[in-house]
């Protein structure tokens, strides 16, 4: 799940249709396309309503839920590149269900090294992202912030406690955060 909402403090969202609107123009950037491609490659066809748009009731700009496809959240996002970046992070949770048979959501570990993967691919963490978030450290930023929202996304899943949500991370980020499918490198 993209669990940090819109950059913009104190910002309401857009409309429902700005968000599709958006949604629309983000199917259309090189990094949706090339993820929409490697599911489809994978076997998991996307539906043209797999990604829509809807006011939430969560503080998180997205998510993924197996079986019904990508949330955005129009009430957290403002702008273009905001969802773009939802789509980006939950294509790559529906990339891993789709890649991984035996993927567990209520699975700490199994939740964590989606959170891992999505938020080193996605481009969550660039340095870009964490200033504008107010996070000011400039070497290693980006495996602290992929830590962090890892286990904050991990720890809304009702099935994972902070400390499960915590050692699961741990117990997976080796492998996980060097898993770079479907780039050949993190992007």
């Given at each position: 799940?993209?669990?940090?909402?819109?950059?913009?403090?104190?910002?309401?969202?857009c409309?429902?249709?700005?968000?599709?609107?958006?949604?629309?123009?983000s199917?259309?950037?090189?990094m949706?396309?090339f993820?929409?491609?490697?599911?489809?490659?994978?076997?998991?066809?996307?539906?043209?309503n797999?990604?829509k748009?809807?006011?939430c009731?969560?503080?998180m700009?997205?998510?993924?839920?197996?079986?019904?496809?990508?949330?955005?959240?129009?009430?957290?996002?403002?702008?273009?590149?905001?969802?773009?970046?939802?789509?980006?992070?939950?294509?790559?949770?529906?990339?891993?269900?789709?890649?991984?048979?035996?993927?567990?959501?209520?699975?700490?570990?199994?939740?964590?090294?989606?959170?891992?993967?999505?938020?080193?691919?996605?481009?969550?963490?660039?340095?870009?992202?964490e200033?504008?978030?107010?996070?000011?450290?400039?070497?290693?930023?980006?495996?602290?912030?992929?830590?962090?929202?890892?286990?904050?996304?991990?720890?809304?899943?009702?099935?994972?406690?902070?400390?499960?949500?915590?050692?699961?991370?741990?117990?997976?980020?080796?492998?996980?955060?060097?898993?770079?499918?479907?780039?050949?490198?993190?992007?």
């Amino acid at each position: 799940m993209e669990e940090e909402t819109s950059l913009k403090l104190g910002s309401k969202g857009c409309t429902v249709q700005e968000c599709q609107d958006m949604i629309q123009t983000s199917l259309r950037t090189p990094m949706v396309k090339f993820l929409k491609e490697h599911m489809e490659r994978a076997g998991c066809k996307l539906t043209d309503n797999f990604i829509k748009a809807a006011p939430c009731n969560w503080q998180m700009s997205g998510a993924y839920v197996r079986g019904e496809g990508i949330v955005v959240c129009s009430n957290h996002v403002n702008i273009q590149d905001e969802v773009n970046q939802v789509v980006t992070h939950e294509l790559i949770h529906a990339y891993d269900d789709c890649r991984a048979a035996n993927l567990d959501w209520k699975n700490c570990a199994h939740h964590a090294c989606s959170e891992i993967r999505a938020g080193h691919l996605s481009g969550d963490c660039h340095l870009k992202r964490e200033l504008l978030r107010g996070f000011m450290k400039i070497r290693g930023h980006e495996q602290d912030c992929v830590r962090r929202r890892a286990i904050k996304s991990v720890t809304a899943n009702p099935y994972c406690s902070e400390t499960a949500a915590k050692e699961a991370m741990e117990a997976v980020w080796d492998v996980c955060y060097n898993d770079t499918k479907p780039f050949d490198r993190a992007p």
